[in-house]
């Protein structure tokens, strides 16, 4: 008796699960300095990965970004990526729907996230990494 | 001996009312919520939405800032037309969603131009229409013989490959997509994109 009111508590605990963690790290491109554009709305995350580098240039007149993403973690992570552009009056570039996409991120591996601007409208951008969140993005079977 | 006989029905209440709780709070309940369009979607192994947006993106991406294509567009704006996207998984996808997706986002960066074959059997009825019927004012009609050739193609294709066992499955799939000058009849772009997704059986889990 006295294991089964415990064993009922954990039950009830661990078959509602939560709502997921849907925060994670960011580059956003509203200053000039590297450091102030990067945001850590998830200390968990933001201690296991970080964003490195940001290097951009024009291809066809194009804007083109690649972000480096380094893990400080030993085991793969699964991550989505996405991006977000904006004019040159800071608007959000209508009508462009960058999805998020799936992205495995092996123990201290580094890599680059590709980013091309949708229009020439476009020169600057914000990237936003997260963690598969738990609910409703695993397979259940 | 009575203290123990009601302990024994205190722990009985509580029992069924962790057992109520537990019942209770975690009941199929209907309800119907927006989810984001754009979030990664892994209800089963197939095809699905996630793979439709990355396949566009990427090649779009990829057409967009490949240099030859910068050559292409640096004066003018070529007209494209799309052929299609020939389906040689064993699912049933609709190829034309991803043709769309590309089209429009290509259309977008204000690079290229298309002509739309699957309308053109409503253009040459409306320009009938406007060209032969009596009800229509001669000036205003859409004259025939003015729409404009295009000068490229697009087109490509969608395989897969698909392996499982009593604990796992997993599909591949690569989309291959072509740009050819119809002229020459040389193929001025192409690039590929793979997708792997895996399923596994979970060990624990509810």
New interface residues.
Partial sequence: MKYIVPLFAVLMLSACSSKPVTSGIAVEQNTNKFNEQLRVDNSDLGNKLAITDVKTRQTNQLTDVVVTLSSQYKKSQYLQYQFNWFDKDGFVIKGNHSPWQALTLFGFAKTQLPGLAPSSDAVTFSLAVREVSTESQEFKD | MIISKKFKTA?TY??VG??A??LS??ANKAVVSYG?????E?T??NFGS?DL??VA?QMT?SL????V??TM?ANKRPIVFVERIKNKTSEHIDTESITDSIST?ML????FRFVDMTRVESVREQLTFQNEDALINPATAVAFGKQIGAQYMLYGNLSSIVKSNADKSDVYYKFTMRLMDMESGLVEWADETEIRKT????TF??
Avoid: F, H, M, N
């Fill in positions: 722990s509580a029992l962790l057992s709780l537990v709070g975690c984001d369009a754009q979030a990664v892994t089963d192994i996630t947006q990355k993106s991406d967009l800032s490949s240099p294509v910068g567009t986002q977008r960066s204000g690079k399923k596994e059986k979970s889990g509810w």
